[in-house]
């Protein structure tokens, strides 16, 4: 029913940003919170960020906070996340999921996109 689809991963020096994009399809894609998650070599699939439908009181991870920013247009079905700072351990495969409500675990949501690679050299 919903297709989700990340980009905006590549290639970056620590230090460097990037802005990570979703963009969903299928059905309406207001009203649901929309989250972040990735998943590292030899590691298990983390949080990293979540955003209500109305933009309101975005959720971080404590390992980004203050260097990341996730976004949202609704306008365009899209959500973002902005990642500065960016260190060799952020490298991982990046996921953006949907949510019927505010969550931080991955169990709470219902769909996920096919995740892009971000990898942080030294």
């Known amino acids: 029913q919903v297709q989700l689809v990340e980009s905006g991963g590549g290639l970056v020096q620590a230090g460097g940003s990037l802005r990570l994009s979703c963009a969903a399809s299928?059905?309406?894609?207001?009203?649901?919170?929309m989250g972040w998650f990735r998943q590292a070599p030899g590691e298990e699939r983390e949080f990293v960020a979540a955003?209500?439908?109305?933009?309101?009181?975005?959720y971080y991870a404590d390992s980004v906070k203050g260097r990341f920013t996730i976004s949202r247009d609704n306008a365009k079905n899209t959500v973002y996340l902005q990642m500065n700072s960016l260190k060799p351990e952020d490298t991982a495969v990046y996921y953006c999921?949907?949510?019927?409500?505010?969550?931080?675990?991955?169990?709470?949501?219902?769909?996920w996109g096919q995740g892009t690679q971000v990898t942080v050299s030294s």
């Open positions: 999921a949907q949510a019927p409500v505010a969550g931080t675990s991955a169990p709470e949501y219902d769909y």
């Open positions: 299928g059905r309406t894609f207001r009203s649901y919170t």
């Open positions: 955003i209500r439908w109305s933009g309101g009181n975005p």
